[in-house]
T-cell receptor, first 117, second 112 residues
Framework: NAGVTQTPKFQVLKTGQSMTLQCAQDMNHEYMSWYRQDPGMGLRLIHYSVGAGITDQGEVPNGYNVSRSTTEDFPLRLLSAAPSQTSVYFC????????????????FGPGTRLTVT | LAKTTQPISMDSYEGQEVNITCSHNNIATNDYITWYQQFPSQGPRFIIQGYKTKVTNEVASLFIPADRKSSTLSLPRVSLSDTAVYYCLVGRLYNQGGKLIFGQGTELSVKP
């Protein structure tokens, strides 16, 4: 298994440009999420998905769109890039578990470092 | 969502036991406590999770008192490679309508 993969690894955008950060997982996980991490800060949740066709907002959703057409893929779209979106973006996935105790282990990708000038 | 509070930083020496405490006063009944480790330029890595009392795995132990308003991650005999940021999360995943929020984390520095 490749686990969680993210592309690109690095990206530079000009203000106002749009782009899509790709995230894919091959573990058949139902739960996927996007976080951003600014220098010296913790991770902030942008959007998450509980399964194909279902998405919801996290802490900082403004300026970002997501969709989940398949279990494997969860792309993050920047609609009109702004310097404030300069950050490292992490995608994560987690399996659906039942019973007790449940597992809240999230598997993280390597990240995409985005700079907006 | 339960807010977590951790020390911003801690220093230790190789071979010592390190205890990092996280405060989560408004933890909900169905919330779990999870800890992650993050090295520079990498995504976080799951360490341990628990609901109450004590949990131990090959990497760490997690102590949760009866009131569950705090938890302590214990790293036995740390080495230089344990230098990282440690995050405490409290919440539930999707199957109980929740989402996991990261706090500021504790930057652990292990010295020789």
């Amino acid at each position: 298994n490749a686990g969680v993969t993210q592309t690109p690894k690095f990206q530079v955008l000009k203000t106002g440009q749009s782009m899509t950060l790709q995230c894919a997982q091959d573990m058949n996980h139902e739960y996927m999420s996007w976080y951003r991490q600014d220098p010296g800060m913790g991770l902030r949740l942008i959007h998450y998905s509980v399964g194909a066709g279902i998405t919801d907002q996290g802490e900082v959703p403004n300026g970002y769109n997501v969709s989940r057409s398949t279990t494997e893929d969860f792309p993050l779209r920047l609609l009109s890039a702004a310097p404030s979106q300069t950050s490292v973006y992490f995608c994560a996935s987690s399996p659906r578990t039942g019973g007790f105790p449940r597992s809240y282990e999230q598997y993280f990708g390597p990240g995409t470092r985005l700079t907006v000038t | 969502l339960a807010k977590t509070t951790q020390p911003i930083s801690m220093d230790s020496y190789e071979g010592q036991e390190v205890n990092i405490t996280c405060s989560h006063n408004n933890i909900a009944t169905n919330d779990y406590i999870t800890w992650y480790q993050q090295f520079p330029s990498q995504g976080p890595r799951f360490i341990i999770q628990g609901y109450k009392t004590k949990v131990t795995n090959e990497v760490a132990s997690l102590f949760i008192p009866a009131d569950r308003k705090s938890s302590t991650l214990s790293l036995p005999r740390v080495s230089l490679s344990d230098t990282a940021v440690y995050y405490c999360l409290v919440g539930r995943l999707y199957n109980q309508g929740g989402k996991l929020i990261f706090g500021q984390g504790t930057e652990l520095s292990v010295k020789p």
